[in-house]
């Protein structure tokens, strides 16, 4: 049972906006920044967002992060085929004194 | 190009021991903490243990804490995890993964960056 809470699934069509939720607490989410992992089969997952809503060098603007309370999200606009991939969620938690995650939502681009 | 390229998964059998090893290159290694952290198919990722940029600080989850121990060598740019007391439970991918910090606990009054990069990771299954 992962610590932070994700859908299993979401799913949209090329051109779409679509937005996956990172649910948590007071102890993570509620008080320190979240960064959103992209995870394609057979690779190194990828940080796409850190801090919330910054995006690292090379990552392109349709990815977009935010923040509000002890929900983040993700959003992903003009979908593409190439967004077909895993998600994650992290943070830190100062309850438990260690990084924690999401258990994932896998994209789908129909 | 960041690279971390983990060695020595493999089959083992419960109770016994297995050492992981993950080369880095093209960053300062001195310079960063490092962390295993592990994944079931089809299940999120779990964090394993952490070390700062020169070993003085680790951390591990409770799931491995006295069985488990990160060390890392600095003038071999290597992370390793020493595996001790190996259960079916611990059947995963492991990643090495690198820290955006020097050190791997959010210290009071700092932001939190987290996890920036990780290898390809090295399959570990316990069975008998």
């Known amino acids: 049972q992962s610590v932070l809470t994700q859908p299993p699934s979401a799913s949209g069509t090329p051109g779409q906006r679509v937005t996956i939720s990172c649910s948590g607490s007071?102890?993570?989410?509620?008080?320190?920044?979240v960064n959103w992992y992209q995870h394609l089969p057979g690779t190194a997952p990828k940080l796409l967002i850190y801090s919330s809503n910054q995006r690292p060098s090379g990552v392109p603007d349709r990815f977009s992060g935010s923040k509000s309370g002890t929900s983040a999200s993700l959003a992903i606009s003009g979908l593409q085929s190439e967004d077909e991939a895993d998600y994650y969620c992290a943070s830190w938690d100062d309850s438990l004194n260690g990084p924690v995650f999401g258990g994932g939502t896998k994209l789908t681009v129909l | 190009e960041v690279q971390l390229v983990e060695s020595g998964g493999g089959l083992v059998q419960p109770g016994r021991s297995l050492r992981l090893s993950c080369a880095a290159s093209g960053f300062n290694f001195y310079d960063y903490a490092m962390h295993w952290v592990r994944q079931v198919p089809g299940k999120g990722p779990q964090w394993v243990s952490g070390?700062?940029?020169?070993?003085?600080?680790?951390g591990y989850a409770d799931s491995v804490k006295g069985r488990f121990i990160i060390s890392r060598d600095n003038a071999e740019n290597s992370l390793y995890l020493q595996m001790n007391s190996l259960r079916s439970e611990d059947t995963a991918l492991y990643y090495c993964?690198?820290?955006?910090?020097?050190?791997?606990?959010?210290?009071?009054?700092?932001?939190?960056?987290?996890?920036?990069?990780w290898g390809q990771g090295t399959t570990v299954t316990v069975s008998s």
């Open positions: 007071s102890s993570n989410v509620g008080s320190v920044s």
């Open positions: 993964v690198k820290d955006e910090s020097t050190e791997w606990e959010l210290r009071k009054g700092y932001l939190y960056y987290g996890m920036d990069v």
């Open positions: 070390i700062n940029w020169n070993g003085g600080s680790i």
